[in-house]
Every structure is written in C-alpha cells, then in structure tokens.
C-alpha cells in the first residue's frame, strides 16, 4: 500500500453515511468543506483549513477508476476544456473516493470526469472525500451523483438500475425513492434493456432520444426502423405512426383517442410526455389557448420536490 505521506497531506476524523434521504449530502454523511479548496498545477493542493474539514488531498496516481460505473460516455471535448478551466483556476469542488478493496490506492465512487481533467491539467494532487463504503453504497452514489448532473444517457441510466436490481437487491421501489423520480419512470427506463443492442448503441450516443427507443419497444423489425430514424430524421409521432401502420391497425391507442376527442392538442400532449420522461416525475399542461397556460409538476414526496428544485435552480450537489 503505498505510504500515506505521499498520498494525502491531512486527516481528519470523518462522519459515517447516514443514509439514503436527502441528495447527496445524505449519501456523502453531510459531509461539508468549510472552506475554500484549491489544487492547482504544478504545485501542492492549498485549502484554508477548517477545524473538522474532511477534505484530503490524495495523489492523483494513487486513484484508479471505479469498474462497472453508471458512466460510460466521456465527452472528449468536454474533458479538455474543463482541463483548461482547471489549469487556470484549480480543482475547486473534491472528488469522492473510498480505499481500494485490494488496499492498494484509492478508487474513484464520483467525479471521473474531474480527476480525468485533473491528469490532463498536470496536478499532482486532488482534494477529495475519502468515504468508508461497501460496493452497493459506493455504486448508489456514483449512479445518484452522475443523475443529479444529468451525465448518463437513457441505457447507462438503465442500466445502473439493473445492477443494483440484480447485484444488490434493490427494488424498483427503492430505486425510484434513491434517484427522486417516479416509480414508472425506473419501470420505463428499464424497459429499454428489451431494445436490441444495435438500437441500444443509437440511444447511448445520442442519435435516438428515449421517445423514439420507447416507441421502438416490442416493435417488429426495431433495428431497421432506428436506421430509417436516423437517416430520416423522424419525429416520435411519425415512428409512432409508422409501427401501428406496419402492425395493420392504424388506430391510435386509446390514451391518445380519448385525449383527442377532450379536444387536447397532440402537440401539448407530446411535450407532456417528454418532460415526464425527461424528469421523472409527472407533467400536466393546461393550454386553452390565447398565448396564456399553465406547467404542473407532480411530486409524490419533499425528496422528488428536492430534485425538481435542483434541477429548475440549476444546483450543483
């Protein structure tokens, strides 16, 4: 194991996780910097010290990244000009880390894409949480954080939920409660896994939006339909249309007809549906026209009205 001295320049006694209830403040154990913090190139990471501050500053080569993280995508582009922001300004926000189950070093739970830049940006030493977690704790965490940032895709989103479902026994329940969305929206998402892989692959980079894979669910002939997609350009409406017409019914369902014959605008409609998907919650839009409406965002619990702030305010956690 390497030595201490070289890796982290102060310890601090630090709080055990307290739970599940609150964002990420309750996922880290509240843990607060209570001062500035700053790693800058080129030279020692500097904080003004706090009695009590649990930050460290742990060696960057002394990190390896977390296997099997939500996250798969990194943004090449994205990654160097956050570099760029580093080198100018410092690493100002710590990452999360808990020691590596082989003892060798620390291993990443949250904020790749930081200490990734950091490298690029030449530190030699980060600051950082340094976290007492067990495998289900630590991939909570990283899938909870990477949500809050919006980082993940609709099939890595899907795909952390079938982890902890499978390796960790979380329910869809649980989950649902975990991330502050709906019960239907973890049930969605999940549903995706169905998606051939080709049509997975389309989604993860961007080329199909989660209303089009959804639409594509079950649907005979999905891969040949996401190429016309993407070549096409069609709209979730049009591949709607597209699979009742092959599947010979040409009937909308019966969501849609009753919303029709209420006299409801589709287009109101489709928006409805996708900034439900899009948070996770459920969306209602009352527009009788004349320029003027109303936006009701439903919440089943002060967790979910938590996310719906962050997410409006633009909150960092």
Same mark, same amino acid.
């Given at each position: ?35 500035? +913090? ?16 649990? +930050?460290?500053? &742990? ?29 100018? $300004? /410092? ?17 990443? @739970? ?13 530190? *030699?030493?980060?600051?950082?949480? +340094? ?12 899938? &909870? ?8 895709? =609709?099939?890595?989103?899907? %795909?952390a939920y079938r982890r902890l479902i ?13 991330? %502050?969305?709906?019960?239907? *929206? ?17 989604? %993860?980079? /961007? ?5 089009? =894979? ?15 997609? @993407?070549?096409?350009?069609?709209? @979730?409406?049009? &591949?709607?249309?597209?699979? $009742? ?5 040409? $009937? ?18 489709? @928006? ?5 998907? !899009?948070?996770?919650?459920? +969306? =209602?839009?009352?527009?009788?026209? /004349?320029?003027?409406?109303? !936006? ?22």
């Amino acid at each position: 194991m390497p030595d201490n001295k070289d890796e982290i320049e102060s310890t601090a006694p630090r709080k055990k996780p307290s739970g599940l209830g609150r964002g990420l403040n309750a996922l880290f154990g509240d843990a607060a910097v209570e001062a500035p +913090v700053l790693a800058t190139p080129g030279g020692a990471a500097k904080t003004a010290s706090a009695p009590g501050d649990s +930050v460290q500053h &742990v060696s960057v080569g002394s990190i390896r990244p977390l296997p099997n993280q939500p996250r798969r995508h990194f943004d090449e582009s994205a990654i160097v000009e956050l570099a760029d922001s580093i080198s100018a $300004r /410092g690493l100002l926000q710590p990452i999360i880390l808990r020691r590596a189950p082989d003892g060798q070093g620390f291993q990443l @739970v949250a904020g790749e894409r930081r200490w990734r830049a950091a490298q690029r940006a030449g530190l *030699h030493q980060i600051p950082a949480l +340094v976290r007492d977690l067990d495998d289900a704790a630590t991939y909570e965490i990283a899938l &909870v954080e990477n949500i809050q940032r919006q980082d993940l895709n =609709a099939i890595e989103e899907a %795909g952390a939920y079938r982890r902890l479902i499978d390796d960790f026994g979380h329910s869809q329940e649980a989950l649902a409660k975990l991330v %502050g969305k709906s019960r239907s *929206h973890v049930a969605n998402l999940m549903r995706l896994l169905d998606l051939p892989q080709d049509v997975q692959d389309l989604v %993860g980079d /961007g080329s199909l939006s989660m209303g089009h =894979a959804r639409a594509l669910i079950g649907a005979d002939g999905a891969e040949a339909i996401a190429r016309k997609i @993407v070549s096409e350009g069609l709209s @979730v409406r049009a &591949v709607e249309a597209l699979i $009742r017409a092959e599947k010979g019914g040409g $009937r909308k369902p019966a969501s849609e007809s009753a919303g029709a014959s209420a006299g409801r605008d589709p287009d109101i409609m489709a @928006v409805e549906r996708h900034l439900s998907e !899009l948070l996770g919650i459920g +969306v =209602a839009i009352q527009y009788p026209g /004349g320029g003027k409406g109303a !936006l009701t965002l439903k919440f089943a619990s002060l967790d979910q009205l938590d996310m719906i702030c962050q997410r409006l305010s633009g909150e960092s956690i």
